[in-house]
């Protein structure tokens, strides 16, 4: 456990700058990109610690499993996005029927 623990400390301090400014790069937002960064080494310190645990050796290298997951959580935020924009584009259509009608009291509904 204190191999990895070490491990994971060097880890830490050799890639959390460059993973922050990929994904900072990736997001625009700033405070966000931070908590991604944040939750990729909790995701793969809980993974790590799990493999150990039963004995397993699944990550060979830790620099591009720390930039794949915390891709993966990239792609999870734009889909979190686009389905809430989604949602709210319907919402607007459908109460503001009036919005997209001219003036003209000739158009009825």
């Given at each position: 456990?204190d191999?990895?623990?070490?491990s ?5 301090e050799a890639?959390?700058?460059e993973l922050f400014?990929h ?6 937002d700033?405070?966000?990109?931070q908590?991604?960064?944040?939750e990729t080494?909790?995701k793969?310190?809980v ?6 645990k039963?004995d ?6 830790l ?10 959580l990239i ?7 686009k389905a809430?924009?989604l949602e709210?584009m319907?919402?607007?259509a459908?109460v503001?029927?009036?919005?997209f009608?001219?003036?003209d009291e000739?158009?009825t509904?």
């Amino acid at each position: 456990m204190d191999d990895l623990h070490r491990s994971f400390e060097e880890a830490f301090e050799a890639y959390s700058n460059e993973l922050f400014r990929h994904a900072s790069i990736r997001l625009s937002d700033r405070e966000r990109a931070q908590e991604l960064t944040q939750e990729t080494f909790m995701k793969v310190w809980v993974h790590a610690q799990k493999a150990e645990k039963n004995d397993r050796a699944d990550i060979r290298e830790l620099r591009p499993f720390l930039y794949r997951t915390l891709r993966n959580l990239i792609i999870d935020e734009y889909r979190k996005h686009k389905a809430t924009s989604l949602e709210a584009m319907d919402e607007r259509a459908q109460v503001d029927v009036g919005y997209f009608m001219s003036p003209d009291e000739s158009n009825t509904v």
